[in-house]
Every structure is written in C-alpha cells, then in structure tokens.
C-alpha cells in the first residue's frame, strides 16, 4: 500500500475536518455513487459525500443463511404492517427507522455470541485487519472509533474528498482476506461476506451513541471488562 509521508501536505485534509462540523451535504453531487439511496443485497444504503459513516463487516460464516432469513422475514412483516397503516391514513408508533435500527441490532447481537471460526480472534489476524484500517489514515479517510471482534469489525470512517466508501471497504476486505486465507491456509471458500453495513451519522448525538457502542462492544460480548483492555480497538491506550 502507497501513502502520503507524514510531511507531505494534504489540502483534502483541512476541507474534510470542516465537512465534518457541517450538518449534513449542502449540495447533491450529480455522481449517484457519492450521493443518494442505494440498495446493495439486503441492506438500504444512504450515501453522503463529506459525510461520517458507521460501518460493519463480517466473517463470511459469521451469520448462517437461516437465521439471516429469519431476521428478514420479520422486518419485511414489520416493513408491511407500516404500509397498511400508511394506506389506510393511519398513525403508527413504528417507522421504517425503528424497523432498519432494530434489524441491525439483532444481526449485531447474534454476530456478539461468536458464531463462525472467529478467524479475528487470532492475533495474527486481528492485527493484519487493525492495520489494513490504520494504514490510509488521514490520507484517504479519517479513521476515529473501530474494533475488531472476532467474527465482525466496527468503525467510524470520514472518507477523504475524492474517495469512495465501497471503495475504501474493498480494499480493506480485498488485501486482508488475500493475506488472512494463506496465513490460516484456507481454501477458496469466501472470507469476508460481500455484503457490508454502513450507516450515514446524522449528527454529534448519535455519533457519541455509536462511539460508545463500538469501544464496549467487546465488553458486551463478555470478552473482557474493560474497553481499555481490548487491544484491537481505538480504546486500547497504546492505539492513540
């Protein structure tokens, strides 16, 4: 991987910590992969050039197909009650916000009880993910609260002008399941899910919210007490 030398100035880098004090993007750029609604798989994506992100990938065997589809079946029915509501002019404590959080709480509770190999839990491995992420900070994005859990990564990414979220996300993916696969001798079978979260970080609140979620999540999942002791993580003293 190539980066820009400590001493070589970034002008994209001054811009970005500006766009990062502004609520929201006040113009649409006209690229749809910068800015707009996407749907990639089974996830919605609301994309926002300048904007923060809270993302998640995760080991290919980290979900099995059946419970995916379970959690699937029920936010669609969920989804399709609010409609009925909507048709018939009806109010509803429930929203199509409320369906998307809670579906991604479940899928985050399920990956916290360790299903899968959890290839992240060996050193070797976390540590080749953890650098892959540092590796490009403050030249491609702005990279402030992530972990590595053992069968999922969290992380909170400002991507730079000029670079794309997707991009950044596949490239982390690509060059770590290249080096991961042999050094755990795996064969062609896939190592990360294709498909990954990411959700637009509308404001200061709920980026406090998410930073909080990500440094505990390993106390949450019961892998250690404290988010400082967690050394594939933001939290870990000796990350600063």
Not at 59 to 85: H, Y
Not at 117 to 142: D, N, Q, T, W
Not at 208 to 213: A, M, T
Request: charged share 30%.
């Amino acid at each position: 991987m190539e980066r820009h030398s400590p001493q070589e100035p970034n002008p994209s880098l001054e811009r970005t910590h500006y766009q990062l004090r502004a609520t929201g993007v006040k113009h649409e750029s006209k690229n749809a992969l910068r800015s707009g609604i996407h749907t990639r798989g089974y996830l919605p994506h609301v994309k926002r050039e300048g904007a923060a992100y809270f993302v998640t990938f995760r080991l290919a065997d980290s979900l099995p197909k059946e419970v995916l589809l379970r959690f699937e079946r029920e936010r669609a029915e969920r989804l399709r009650r609010l409609n009925d509501f909507a048709r018939r002019g009806e109010s509803c404590n429930d929203s199509a916000e409320d369906v998307a959080r809670d579906f991604r709480r479940r899928v985050e509770r399920f990956l916290d009880h360790g299903a899968g190999a959890c290839h992240l839990r060996r050193p070797e491995i976390a540590k080749l993910v953890a650098g892959a992420m540092r590796h490009f900070h403050e030249s491609r994005y702005l990279l402030r609260e992530w972990v590595v859990m053992p069968n999922h990564v969290h992380a909170i990414i400002w991507p730079m002008a000029n670079y794309l979220l997707g991009d950044i996300l596949k490239s982390w993916k690509q060059f770590t399941s290249r080096r991961a696969k042999a050094l755990l001798a795996l064969g062609e079978e896939p190592f990360w899910q294709p498909e990954s979260y990411d959700h637009w970080i509308r404001d200061d609140d709920e980026r406090g919210r998410i930073s909080r979620y990500i440094r505990n999540n390993p106390v949450t999942a019961k892998l250690c007490s404290r988010a400082e002791d967690w050394c594939w993580s933001s939290a870990w003293p000796a990350q600063s």
